[in-house]
């Protein structure tokens, strides 16, 4: 795909994507569906379905190239499911095809339920796929089968998880939201889970994003306490960051084997530091996962604009990306579309 990348370094430099609060731009994630074959108890309601309309895959290529003309470097994929899209390995190894404005590879990651891994990850990892990152909410198979709300779902994501390890899409990441009530139990449970699959488990905190009112605050696992859980069973020692604008805590195991995450927007956020925009499945810009508006850049794309004017409408809409989330605050107001239908 052409890049209009300028051989001026100076140039390049003045255009970068940033916001108004200084923030350079450099992840994108992009929802390919918002379809998804799980109903897990606190993303879905339990209904399935799209309920927006999903973009060609040539449509999507385009406006991401736009974005990586711009200063992307990193691209994930999500949904809804992303490996319910068909399409989906010719989107990736034209996205492999790519080049950021430095001329590297685009760092290319995909985040699965992996209830269809097992079959794909060979194929996701051909066309140029690096890493994916699986949701898994339990270690134990009934708590995740009532979680999922699908039968025999357990053992596919397990199987899932190990074919994408031998396929060598690693490092993988397990990504764990804990519920009180549903499955807080499972903490210690996911640390040894670490160790013995040999994966990065990354326990997320519970966000006001679903599609059901289940959210309070008492409901959110704390990261606190998962690292004061986890502590008494299995010492854990702080990482430092891979990057300024990671998500996750890192601890280490303190006998240097293992890793876990924690991502905590409710208790500790990190939207100081914050490097992503999002494009929905309908190619709607959404600069926070929390925005009351959404910025129809697919819209305009069919309306007949060009690149420069879609450029320039990606750069306008980023300058006005949120500067944080309010969650748990007087007034707070969840955003209109839910995670499975923005993009997790
Ligand atoms: N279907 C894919 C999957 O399961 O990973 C991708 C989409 S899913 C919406 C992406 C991630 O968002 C999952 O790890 C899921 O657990 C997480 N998630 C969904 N709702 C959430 C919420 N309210 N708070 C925090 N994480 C949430």
Known sequence: MASSVSANPLEQRATRLTDSHGRVIRDLRVSVTDRCNYKCVYCRTGELGAQYPELRIDEYLRLISLFVDMGIEKVRITGGEPLLRKGLLELIHELAQMRTRDGDRLELALTTNGHLLEDLAGPLRDAGLHRVTVSMDAVDTETF?????????????????????????????????????????EVEAFAHFARQEDVIVRFIEFMPLEEDRLWSPEIVVSMAEIVERITKVLPLLPLPPNEASETARRYGFEDGRGEIGIIAPVTQAFCGACSR????????IRTCLFSQVEHDLYGRMRAGAG???????IAHTVQGKEARHHIGEPGFLKPSRSMVHIGG
């Open 145 to 185: 089968e009532r979680i999922t709300r699908v039968p025999g779902s357990f053992g596919r994501v397990v199987a899932g998880i190990r074919a994408a390890k031998a396929a060598g899409l690693t490092p993988l990441k397990v990504n764990c939201v804990l519920l009180r009530g549903f499955n807080e139990q």
């Open 277 to 284: 925009v999002r494009l929905t499945s309908d190619g709607k």
């Open 307 to 313: 690149d420069d004017e879609l450029k320039a409408y």
